[in-house]
T-cell receptor
């Protein structure tokens, strides 16, 4: 079993929809959680970072972490075709340096 | 500010050969990490270097090695290539080692092993 599990999709939604992307993790040592976005033929780019349970909002994006259930979510409001990409959740822990454990990614397509 | 630069972008090798990939981090970044990305396994951590020292290593065989130079540029080497080594190899730099998860990735080197 992978330490971070993520539904690969693909997920197709109409423009303007609210998108919910989810991950679960099994390693209790994970202390901080990230969402990366990866466009085709590009490297991943950091979207959101959270250190504790709760919500963090940045524009149309909200990251949610529930450490009690080991559940990580990313919500995208008013989705746009430019949001079409693969979304990767990742986890790390203090003392682990920049060693992150990634989910396999969810491919999202936002259609006009 | 220039981003992370990886060379070569694409390469084809045959089984048993070796390959060296290069990464130039963002100016001022002292941490360089390498990840392997495949469709089945996703991104998997290979190793991290900080100030020329290997800080962390993932669960890959000894055929995978790396180093970092005094200017923070890094190289990774894969010896005795196997078909399963076909992947996108991503380099990421960061100004610090750990704690924020903020990695700046290059566009990767796509290796095909025939």
């Amino acid at each position: 079993q992978k330490e971070v599990e993520q539904d690969p999709g693909p997920l197709s939604v109409p423009e303007g929809a609210i998108v919910s992307l989810n991950c679960t993790y099994s390693n209790s040592a994970f202390q901080y959680f990230m969402w990366y976005r990866q466009y085709s033929r590009k490297g991943p780019e950091l979207l959101m970072y959270t250190y504790s349970s709760g919500n963090k909002e940045d524009g149309r994006f909200t990251a949610q972490v529930d450490k009690s259930s080991k559940y990580i979510s990313l919500f995208i409001r008013d989705s746009q075709p430019s949001d079409s990409a693969t979304y990767l959740c990742a986890s790390g822990f203090t003392g682990g340096g920049n060693k992150l454990t990634f989910g396999t990614g969810t491919q999202l397509k936002v259609e006009l | 500010k220039a981003g992370v630069t990886q060379t070569p972008r694409y390469l084809i090798k045959t089984r048993g050969q070796q390959v060296t990939l290069s990464c130039s981090p963002i100016s001022g970044h002292r941490s360089v990490s390498w990840y392997q990305q495949t469709p089945g396994q996703g991104l998997q951590f290979l190793f991290e270097y900080f100030s020329e020292t290997q800080r962390n290593k993932g669960n890959f065989p000894g055929r995978f090695s790396g180093r970092q130079f005094s200017n923070s540029r890094s190289e990774m080497n894969v010896s005795t290539l196997e078909l399963g080594d076909s992947a996108l190899y991503l380099c990421a730099s960061s100004p610090r080692t750990g704690g924020t998860g903020e990695l700046f990735f290059g566009e990767g080197s796509r290796l095909t092993v025939l």
